[in-house]
């Protein structure tokens, strides 16, 4: 006699669509943020690690590995000096 529920049924669909929505959104900030952080490394892989890493592996040489092992270990060269001269540069 009286029409009371007419417009429910669009009130609760877009009530199921909203919560819906709002349940998807949060899973995926959630899951978003999760694998964001733990894909990056906490810290920088040491050089002399991966060198020792690559010549267990064989991936390169004895002589390679010396030579990564010196020029890493080597304390670093002087700016103003030419190596291949072994003078130093004009300041």
Known sequence: MWRTHDGLGWMMLLGALFWITLLGLVAYLATSSVTRHSSAP????????????????????REQFVALCADLTAPPPDARHDARSGERADP
């Open 42 to 61: 906490a810290t920088p892989p040491d050089p002399l690690e991966t060198a020792r890493r690559r010549y267990a592996a064989g991936e390169i040489s």
